[in-house]
């Protein structure tokens, strides 16, 4: 079975711009969440989807959005870039019919976001 | 946000020694997760514990959860260089639908 999958690896972006970053999930996950890891906060819980509803949500601003299409593969969209958003950002996939909590989540590589 | 703490934060120890990793809290969780991540990859599972006192053994690696449900610990023995890499604990809420993270511990072991 083929892991998670993340594109772009790696990404450079200017101050005020937006980013788009996605994530193919495992075959037959029906969740995917998205998490930010910076050295100073840690790994930080961004939102989770299940069948295409935004399911949970942490406590990120409004310019981190998501969405989750049919066929499970999800995006992130960072409008407005800061500095601080600089950051690597992993999915993570799992069954998903009970919480995040309940299910192994598998992560994938992530995309390793810099802000100049 | 339910916060945990881990310690300690680098850990750089010498292959056969034994360490000892601590994940606390002020918070109860539902359960504990245990991952390890090598740089470049995401994290890993390698243990989930359930239930307050339980203790989970994976070969050399030994995690323990607190009898409240609050904290956790990870002891690895005989340590190998193949153990490198950062640790970290997440706290499962009691809803089952958060999933709160440490900030690790990093760990080198040199031959």
């Known amino acids: 079975k083929a892991g998670v999958t993340q594109t772009p690896r790696y990404l450079i972006k200017t101050r005020g711009q937006q980013v788009t970053l996605s994530c193919s999930p495992i075959s037959g996950h029906r969740s995917v969440s998205w998490y930010q890891q910076t050295p100073g906060q840690g790994l930080q819980f961004l939102f989770e989807y299940f069948s295409e509803t935004q399911r949970n949500k942490g406590n990120f601003p409004g310019r981190f959005s998501g969405r989750q299409f049919s066929n499970s593969r999800s995006e992130m969209n960072v409008s407005t870039l800061e500095l601080g958003d600089s950051a690597l950002y992993l999915c993570?996939?799992?069954?998903?019919?009970?919480?995040?909590?309940?299910?192994?989540?598998?992560f994938g590589p992530g995309t390793r976001l810099t802000v100049l | 946000t339910q916060l945990l703490e881990q310690s300690p934060q680098f850990l750089s120890i010498q292959e056969g020694e034994n360490l000892t990793v601590y994940c606390n809290s002020s918070s109860v969780f539902s359960s504990l997760q245990w991952y390890r991540q090598e740089p470049g990859e995401g994290p890993v599972l390698l243990v989930t514990?359930?239930?307050?006192?339980e203790v989970k053994k994976l070969k050399r690696l030994t995690f323990q959860f607190g009898d409240a449900r609050k904290d956790s610990s990870l002891h690895i023995t005989a340590a190998q260089p193949g153990d490198t890499g950062l640790y970290l604990c997440a706290g499962v809420s009691l809803s089952g639908y958060a999933l709160n993270f440490g900030k690790g511990t990093s760990l080198l072991v040199t031959p």
């Open positions: 514990v359930v239930t307050g006192g």
């Open positions: 993570a996939s799992s069954p998903g019919t009970s919480g995040i909590g309940y299910n192994e989540q598998f």
